[in-house]
């Protein structure tokens, strides 16, 4: 299912560029968007996982480097019958973590320096098995190449926006209905992936840790302290087009979003309170 809602973003991505491309650059910026969609649609697949990883900094670590958290990751890869993903440390003391990779046998686990000092090891674990959850679930392809089309669409409204006023009235060009267009419809374009991609597989992941980790109420706790810091401070080099991919939204820092509504995250003591209620079933106790 993940593979086809990936190829849909795809070829709407591809609509979208051509349609922006129409509208600013006629015939010419129509062929240019759809070579540009292409190029994007490879880069996309194969390499967004490292562009992510790379914008944020990860460092990859080892059973020698760091024993206890690659042997975390290790138990839970194993009780899910996943194979072992790469594990990499982000530099920040915010705590959070996400996972990336286009299938399991090519996925990453990151999570900051802050997360190892402010969490127990049963709240980790928990944190670490609905990473791997979202992994096992294929939820990591869609939910990286969301990420570089929400920060694409992003870059596109903003040369839009610079670049759309300067050329002369031949064909579309000029035209300040598209300019208008491009700058309201293009980033709500990319929230609206966004949040469409990640608000229910949240939950899904969260049930997923709780039975990784056997531990439903850990993981509430490490999202109420993850929740609780981030309010304090935004993850460096955080944005828009990636905070879906992050266990707790890393932008909280700079402050609430309009509303709920267009989060990119469910409440966090919605979630909280399902794995309270997940922990009062028979096989938690």
Not at 6 to 13: E, G, K, Q, R
Request: proline share 4%.
């Amino acid at each position: 299912m993940n593979n086809l809602k990936t190829t849909i973003l795809l070829a709407s991505l591809t609509a979208l560029l051509v349609f922006l491309g129409n509208a600013f650059g006629g015939t010419q910026g129509m062929m240019l968007m759809f070579i540009v969609s292409g190029v994007m649609t490879f880069m996309s697949y194969w390499y967004s996982d490292k562009m992510v990883l790379a914008q944020y900094n990860a460092q990859e670590v080892n059973a020698q480097s760091d024993p206890k958290l690659y042997g975390m990751v290790q138990r839970l890869a194993a009780n899910g019958n996943l194979p072992m993903p790469k594990v990499y440390i982000i530099p920040s003391e915010i705590p959070n973590a996400f996972a990336t990779g286009r299938n399991p046998e090519h996925a990453a686990v990151a999570v900051t320096a802050g997360i190892q000092r402010l969490l127990t090891d049963e709240e980790l674990e928990g944190v670490l098995g609905h990473e791997l959850t979202h992994v096992k679930n294929r939820d990591t392809l869609i939910s990286t190449v969301a990420a570089i089309i929400g920060g694409a669409i992003s870059t596109i409204a903003q040369f839009g926006l610079i670049f759309g006023g300067r050329s002369d009235d031949r064909e579309n060009n000029g035209n300040p209905i598209a300019l208008i267009a491009m700058m309201v419809l293009a980033p709500l374009a990319a929230s609206i992936i966004q949040m469409t991609i990640s608000r229910t597989r949240e939950y899904a992941a969260d049930e997923g840790g709780a039975e990784l980790s056997k531990n439903p109420m850990a993981l509430a706790s490490a999202l109420a302290k993850i929740d609780h810091y981030s309010k304090y401070g935004a993850l460096p080099n955080a944005n828009n087009a990636t905070a879906h991919m992050f266990i707790v939204n890393p932008m909280m820092g700079l402050g609430e979003s309009l509303s709920n509504l267009f989060s990119t995250h469910p409440r966090t003591e919605d979630r909280i309170a399902k794995l309270k209620e997940l922990s009062l079933q028979s096989k938690y106790k």
